[in-house]
């Protein structure tokens, strides 16, 4: 398991920018896929985003394609997050999360173990 801490949320105004960011602790991060998540009041954990091992295969959830971009810095132990064009839809507290297996691929919160204490993002005018 990896250690997680996440950072970056405010309030932000509808079409503005956002950068989330992920620290990471242990030594076998650079080993792990990683992802982004987010929850919104009343509703399930949602899949945002998710990098590759080595940082260059990212991949989406519909509702963020062409609006985010994850990013990592493995010699920093670091994940981003980059939101722009940001929808009031987009409110939810998010989530840095690491794999069960580490270089297992997926949107399914169920197949990750390792979680941040969550960073609130809100959208309002």
């Known amino acids: 398991q990896v250690q997680l801490v996440e950072s970056g949320g405010g309030l932000v105004q509808p079409g503005g920018s956002l950068r989330l960011s992920c620290a990471a602790s242990?030594?076998?991060?650079?080993?792990?896929?990683m992802a982004w998540f987010r929850q919104a009041p009343g509703k399930e954990r949602e899949f945002v985003a998710g990098?590759?091992?080595?940082?260059?295969?990212?991949y989406y959830g519909d509702s963020v394609k062409d609006r985010f971009t994850i990013s990592r810095d493995n010699a920093l132990k670091m994940v981003y997050l980059q939101m722009t064009d940001l929808k009031v839809e987009d409110t939810a507290v998010y989530y840095c999360?690491?794999?069960?297996?580490?270089?297992?691929?997926?949107?399914?919160?169920?197949?990750?173990?390792?979680w941040g204490q969550g960073t609130q993002v809100t959208v309002s005018s």
């Open positions: 999360a690491a794999p069960i297996q580490p270089n297992f691929y997926s949107d399914k919160s169920s197949e990750f173990d390792s």
């Open positions: 242990g030594d076998t991060f650079r080993s792990y896929v």
């Open positions: 990098i590759s091992m080595n940082g260059i295969i990212p």
